[in-house]
């Protein structure tokens, strides 16, 4: 069964305007940490946020903020104010235990529009 | 949905000696396989890309003679980590793609530690 669902494979954003990029999971465990890469051309994949499953706030890193909603098991990027250097795939993932295994959705590219 | 099965998941080795792990592609023919390797902060750098039947393209700073990728048929690629020393403790994942226009898919990982 998919762990991770990106149902959004492409996007187009507006230069200023925020975005919101959406992942599914599923998992039977309690204890898990949900993440967000960007990949830019490069193909190396960029750290963004991390959303630990008992954090009770939602995760911020700058212009980067993940929508954590535990009981619809959603883990939602919100990407503010975008910048043309936004563009890029971005990969949710999550980890849980004790597997400790690494399971990625299928990505959503990103155009950021001037 | 297309599917890479990476193993081993986790493995502990000598220093000295070699480790292979494999990633295959269950249900899909993957035409390029990619290999990360994770690093501080979380980021996974890319370390290789290889194309069935031919060479693996390594990204700068990597090592081709110490991480050996054979990606011999459409649905299996190998990373073997030869002469393992502490410093290449780390976690590695694969990535596959059908084709161009298709989406990555991503194995579960390998924690290698070399003790």
């Known amino acids: 069964a998919q762990k991770i669902t990106q149902t959004q494979p492409g996007m187009f954003v507006q230069e200023k305007e925020a975005v919101t990029l959406d992942c599914t999971y599923d998992?039977?465990?309690?204890?898990?940490?949900l993440f967000w890469y960007k990949q830019p051309s490069s193909g190396e994949m960029i750290f963004l946020i991390y959303q630990g499953s008992y954090d009770e706030q939602n995760a911020t890193e700058g212009r980067y903020s993940l929508n954590f909603q535990k009981a619809r098991k959603s883990a939602n990027l919100v990407i503010s104010a975008s910048q043309l250097g936004d563009s890029a795939m971005y990969f949710c993932?999550?980890?849980?235990?004790?597997?400790?295994?690494?399971?990625f959705g299928t990505g959503t590219s990103l155009t950021v529009i001037p | 949905g297309a599917v890479v099965s990476q193993h081993p998941s986790r493995v502990i080795c000598k220093s000295g000696t070699s480790v292979k792990i494999e990633c295959r592609s269950l249900?899909?023919?993957?035409?390029?396989m990619f290999w990360y390797r994770q690093f501080p902060k979380q980021s996974l750098m890319l370390m290789a890309t290889?194309?069935?039947?031919?060479?693996?393209?390594?990204e700068q700073g990597v090592e081709k003679d110490k991480f050996l990728i054979n990606h011999a048929s459409l649905t299996l690629s190998t990373l073997t980590v030869t002469s393992a020393h502490p410093e290449d403790s780390s976690f590695y994942i694969c990535s596959a793609r059908r084709g161009e226009n298709y989406g990555y898919t991503f194995g579960s990982g390998t924690r290698l530690t070399v003790v």
């Open positions: 993932a999550m980890r849980d235990r004790p597997g400790n295994q690494f399971y």
């Open positions: 249900d899909f023919q993957a035409t390029t």
């Open positions: 290889s194309n069935e039947g031919s060479k693996a393209t390594y």
């Open positions: 998992t039977s465990d309690q204890s898990y940490g």
